[in-house]
């Protein structure tokens, strides 16, 4: 991930602020922050993050603490996900997990970053590909990276019946000479 993000057509193109001082040292605070946007509170709203960070400088650093120290934890935190977490730790381990040395929320958090992170790294790969452009939104400051929240966070609520079909097959988009290739 961290190799990712120093690729500099895929920094800019997910992060509509690249220039931000919170960045300059970890480009990964950006996918965390980001994970944590997509926070919902009780009345469905996006949480604050900002005003949040405003408030308290360790904001990130603390919300997820709480999340790594949880060991009752059943679902990756902020995104939806409808396989239970030991599902989830079983087909990525294949063995069980030594309570005493990684937890639960530990576990969780990581899915969730790296899901967050898989969502922008295939939406850069598939509008980019390989042509290094512009950030995704030409909107800076908070409204940029809310336009960007509700894209990753879309994209991971998204269910498979929610999608538009197109009644055509991958093999219907190529021509042969592709298709050959594919083959």
């Known amino acids: 991930m961290e190799e990712r993000l120093l690729l500099e057509s895929f920094w800019t193109f997910v992060n509509p602020n690249p220039d931000t001082p919170r960045y300059e040292f970890s ?3 950006f996918v965390i922050e980001m994970l944590l946007r997509c926070e919902k509170d009780e009345d469905g709203d996006y949480v604050n993050v900002s005003a949040r960070m405003s408030q308290n400088k360790h904001y990130l650093f603390e919300r997820c603490l709480s999340i790594m120290m949880d060991q009752e934890i059943k679902a ?17 381990f294949g063995l069980p997990i030594a309570p005493d040395e990684i937890t639960r929320g530990m576990f969780a958090l990581w899915f969730a970053v790296k899901t967050i992170f898989g969502r922008m790294w295939s939406l850069y790969s598939f509008i980019v590909l390989d042509n290094p452009t512009d950030c995704f939104t030409t909107e800076t400051g908070e409204s940029g990276t809310n336009i960007m929240r509700d894209l990753f966070a879309s994209m991971v609520e998204a269910n498979e019946d929610e999608l538009i079909p197109t009644g055509k097959t991958l093999g219907d988009n190529l021509d042969e000479e592709e298709l050959d290739d594919w083959r």
């Open 27 to 29: 480009r990964m605070t």
């Open 76 to 92: 990756i935190p902020f995104l939806r996900c409808d396989t239970p977490l030991d599902e989830l730790i079983k087909e990525e």
